[in-house]
């Protein structure tokens, strides 16, 4: 048996930045992840993530602002390549205006002439500040940070189980481990090991599967970019990789114990016929699917509360990367004093307060 004063369930992204920002205000952390470093069963893994501020709403822009300097205080994982925004981009410019982070609206021929490997049919919205972060060496950094302040790490740790008493026991496979108080942050696992301890969202767990697509001019100086369209799409570069592109929050349904990890043929062949059409820099026949999990709720807000000992980190919708330092810094304030982030990120819980 095993006493902390916080044990961190789940070792991938999120729960590595709350080990992190725990362990450096002080805090005896213990972070247990399932799986062995560099797994690809969850959501973290992979080398590029889309890192951007423009966000229709302010609440996920000033959110976003703040990860960008966590992330450069981090380390050398955040590359700042630009970022384009085309389709519907109404309201774009005056919102990333309004958060003091301003972009420029590029006419339709500018955007064209600068990025012909991307096929637009209306204006560009360009914001410098977007780009790619590098996923695996993210979570390594975040647990090198973790240790460094005096956390410690494990993996191959399962936890089956949660008790939830005056404290929080973990349940793993090499015996209890106790804890004043718990962070949970399993991702696709958060329904199995949550159910019956806190009141989640309804959480619909997808097998996304985005392929790495061959650019013809090698792909060194491609922005990331967001097609706003019905199940919009994303790109960005994966050096080394190709062009990362996927469509958003279209994978079938998942049991995350039992994915099979192959693309769906069906939603792989419209993937291609949307390269062929719209990314004349890709060459659509050149691709290699990949795979990862997305845990959605329904209106795509995080779930960021606390229940007297546990603090959960679930529902990051497909969309939650380009935040994890932020969230960890979300997380520590929920465990250590009970302060609470925007509501829309709570569970609704009357007098869920008078209980943390």
């Known amino acids: ?17 709350a080990a992190w920002q725990l362990a450096a205000r002080g805090v005896d952390v213990l972070l247990l992840e399932r799986f062995e470093p560099g797994h690809v069963f969850g959501a973290s893994h992979g080398a590029s993530r889309i890192f951007r501020l423009v966000y229709r709403d302010p609440l996920y822009t000033r959110f976003a ?33 309004a958060a003091g982070s301003p972009g420029r ?23 410098p ?15 090198e940070a973790a240790r460094h302040h005096g956390a410690t790490v494990r993996h191959g ?18 015996g209890p481990v106790t804890a004043r108080r718990a ?25 996304e599967q985005p392929a790495h697509f061959r650019a013809r001019d090698g792909g060194e100086d491609w922005p990331s970019f967001i097609h706003h369209r019905p199940n919009g799409v994303y790109g960005l570069a994966t050096p080394g990789e190709g062009i990362k592109v996927g469509t958003h929050g279209d994978g079938p349904e998942v049991d995350p114990d039992e994915r099979d990890f192959r693309a769906e043929p069906t939603r792989f062949a419209r993937l291609r016929e949307y390269v062929r059409e719209w990314l004349p820099g890709l060459d659509p026949d050149d691709a290699t699917p990949i795979s990862c999990t997305y845990t959605t709720t329904p209106n795509s807000d995080f779930v960021l509360d606390r ?16 935040f ?26 009357p007098g869920i307060a008078e209980r943390a």
């Open 307 to 322: 229940v007297g000992p546990l603090t959960v980190a679930a529902g990051f919708s497909g969309h939650g990367f380009k």
């Open 1 to 17: 048996m095993t006493d902390v004063d916080v044990v961190v369930i789940g070792g991938g992204a999120m729960g590595s930045a």
């Open 65 to 97: 602002q703040e990860a960008l300097g966590l992330w450069h205080e981090l380390g050398d994982v955040l590359t700042e390549t630009g970022g384009v925004d085309h389709g519907d981009v109404t309201g774009l410019a005056e919102a990333l205006a």
């Open 105 to 127: 609206l590029l006419p339709l021929e500018e955007a064209a002439e600068r990025w012909p490997g991307l096929r637009f049919d209306h204006e560009v919205f360009f914001h």
């Open 129 to 143: 500040r977007s780009g790619r972060v590098h996923a695996d060496a993210a979570v390594t950094k975040l647990q």
């Open 183 to 207: 962070v949970v942050a399993v991702g696709a696992w958060s329904r199995k090991l949550l159910d019956g301890l806190v009141p989640l969202p309804p959480l619909r767990i997808t097998q």
């Open 157 to 174: 740790a399962r936890v089956r189980r949660i008790e939830v008493g005056a404290g929080v026991t973990a349940h793993t496979d090499d």
């Open 324 to 349: 994890v330092p932020a969230v960890g810094r979300v997380l520590a304030d929920l465990v250590t004093s009970g302060t609470r982030p925007d509501p829309r990120f709570r569970l609704d819980i």
